[in-house]
């Protein structure tokens, strides 16, 4: 611990060299507290896992010291790893009304501890939690109810910027005017912690309108069924969706749990209050397919999404077919390229037209490009500028901008480094190992636990069993059984086996063996120069197992 | 067979719904030629292999039929495929000298059938074989030598483009004007099948010297050491890199062995004969970091790459810091966008400045961009084109320029279709089913072979090891020996396995098992059972082997 009580610290779990797993502590007075608590996916699939979690074991280290978790808005990289660690949070939980809305339902679908104390934040509410006030500041960003949090204490205010824009959803009553940040500079701000998804990107984020327009545009034309595929908590986009389908004559059915669980906890809160009926999809074959706008899940082309299975002619009700449009109303996430693709080339091999962000505007981002970072630090002037929530290339991109706006200080944060806010120059005092954490076999573990190496290498080279039966003597009671999976199915597999056992056999011939070395040099031998001749004849190196059973 | 001896016959084995193994048939007379055989990348890991291969069998079946390959140019997606199934190869191979150059070196490099009659092609050479009559035309691409051909037959003559940009590299001396492409035309052309890479690029590709003057800037004013990756085979790439060191005042390092191969067949068949001498790896700690010039592979963030361990600083010799520079002069191949991340993310971690081509003109690509391919169909004007080489959308937006060039006729191939080329109008009389093939385990074989299912759901699942020894009557003699790998290591595994056993001992004591079934169902039932105990305990589906020895 290189630092003292009254230090004002601020270390970031996770978000700071990665997309997605956003996690930021904030340290006053012997306590803290917690910015969101996201998942990110892996971006390799040879690692056998499906999510990517922060490290936790620092913040449950803080036993009561640690305050509370406070939520910027419902997207999977800022509260999806909540579940996981739900039985380890012994402290409240805060967001708005459709973030909680949202955790509440992932909460009940993973069975985990219902005794999380959620509490719902309403825009400007205050609260204090030690010698921390934090209040909930409006913003925008493409699900209902994101906030910023404005985090007060004796040594100066930190503006969290969470995910946002500054063009509002206006179809979800979003309602603030710049003033509010302005005004937020009036006692002095001393460091912006703050989105740089964007950073490279030049201009302004356009708002939901300019998408709304570009699917009425693109849809309007259309003779056939159009299917619309876009983030399942784009509340305001589904909303844009409906209000189309309704101006375009179309019925709306809406395919994938996560879209209706959004749908659900939209309705929960007070959006989506006077939506037409979702139409039954069994209603699809009846209804004139210009006569029909589908919503789907899985704009990622997630392999078990309706999306994919809908592209895989696979879906019991929803099919497209020549003539049809489909529309990707979404950005790919980078590491996602060619699983879009496969699904994108599926439906033109069935020729349905492909329509993405790239031939029509029918999408806008939920993050703030260059001209509104510039914008923002006109308004917050922070001391200290902390670009997130990216990799290091948008962090180093973001920082180069709050350099050329003249902020003072301009930190280039990494997971895990511990630095103290209240002195005349930011500092780093430590940096705290974090080890990324996955979920398998129903257990958090880090990423590097052993089993994954050992999975990875059957990946490549597959497995053998083999299993030697000897008496007390250490003499060989039956020929030695072996048996391969995923090596090869060559023609010689059998014959090369057969010879594979007469040398185990042949080794037991040999004194050495009989009691003179251990059970373990035995099995080492064997596997040693089993293994060897693997690689001589089928250029693999297996995972090989041998049981030494002794009677 | 759906077709006569005197069709003239278009027949894609692979290219055209994939990036990569390029792969091309024709027919006329009852005899085949076939353009390319190349191979393509895994876009996923999950997989356990690291190459993809076209299907091979259709083209062997043709026996003596089979008369000749002809390859375009040297990259791995036109002639990659032929070490792999070079001991099945009865017929001679023709390409220009770099394109055999580099061939041999990779023929000796797998150990490969040396019998091989690889024969060298100079520009408008023509080769008659069979009925066919093929002619060497010269164009220009990213590698040394490339060339189109115009395939001549009694039925009409097709013009093959191979990878091809209008602009030449002065550097290489490449040499033909536009008339020779109008030339062509003279006797009308039936068909061109052609590059589709950039159909969805607007405007010109522009020349080699384009990347020239942008690497040059961009080297000229660096202070530290600067390190340029590239695509080994790019030779006039790596001639205007030695030229910049020259002006700049640079040694040259090479790094890499695919690019100290691509190099040594350009000096062999006369290109970058007078380069001055590349130094030792060792100089790179005696030489001036602002008097050096690093070239190195691994532009496309391949792990095993030079460009991948420096960034890990994990090279013997080259070693970057703070103040250096890395040059990405290259794209990013479609699904390599997540490895070049990670290497990039490195260097920008350690304070190395990035520069790639989104931020300087630091490449140029080698294919026609639209307005080079509505030139190339205003000098050929083939009756019909054949949009290949691309994904579905990049032979969709080919197709639907050709058609707005007024081809009177446009096919969308599949691969696998044999199209009629000699008719009114072109037709697909039949299709073949070509399975992607993978070489594993020293052979090659379908990409859906069985191994492949039971190692994928191996690296998620892991897999468990039992071995029952029983006597002649079927009771147990010793306790059930049941071992896992890669399924968990949680605390309560080896009870878990304790119980497992003690479960399948259980079994025994049940009069069915002794004897009364075979031995494939008791090991069906203890497998189903000890699944279903895994899948409760773990949340895992392990693969699970049983050895039932009978003493």
Redesign the interface.
Known sequence: MNWVNSDLLFLPVGGS?EIGMNANLYHYQDKWILVDLGISFP????L?VDVLLPDFDFIKSLGKKFLGIFLTHGHEDHIGAIPYFADQINCPIWGTAFTIALLKRKLKESNNNTKLVLNVLSIDDKIELGDFIIKTVQTSHSIPDPVSFLISTNEGDIFHSGDWKLEQAQNLNENFDLDTYRSLANNGILAMVCDSTNSLVDGRTPSEDFAYQGLYETVKDKKGAVLITCFSSNISRIKSIIEIAFKTDRSILVVGRALLRAIDAAKEVGYLKNIPELLNLKDFNIISRSNILVVATGSQGEPNSALSRISRNGDKHINLIKGDTIIFSSRKI??N??AI?KV??RF??NGIE?ITDEDKNVHVSGHPAREELIEMYSFIKPKIAIPVHG???HI?AHAQLANDCQIPNVIKPRNGEIIKLNSLVPTVLDKKNFTTNVF????V?PID????V???H??????V?I?V?VDIDGYL??PP?I?Q??????NNMEDFLLDCSLKIESFFNNNEFQNKISDDEICDYIKRNIRKDFKL????RP?I?V?L???
Chains 1, 2 share one sequence.
Do not use: Y
Not at 43 to 46: A, G, I, N, Q
């Open positions: 060299e971006d390799e699939t040879d056998g980078p590491g390229e060619n693709l994108q080339n033109l091999d492909l990799t290091r290339e180093e398998d076999a129903g257990e573990v636990n052993a089993r994954f050992s999975r990875k059957t990946l490549w080279n597959g497995f069993h299993s039966v009671i039956s059984l048996t999976t995923g090596v090869s199915d060559k004849s089928f250029i693999k995972t197992n049981h059973i002794r009677i």
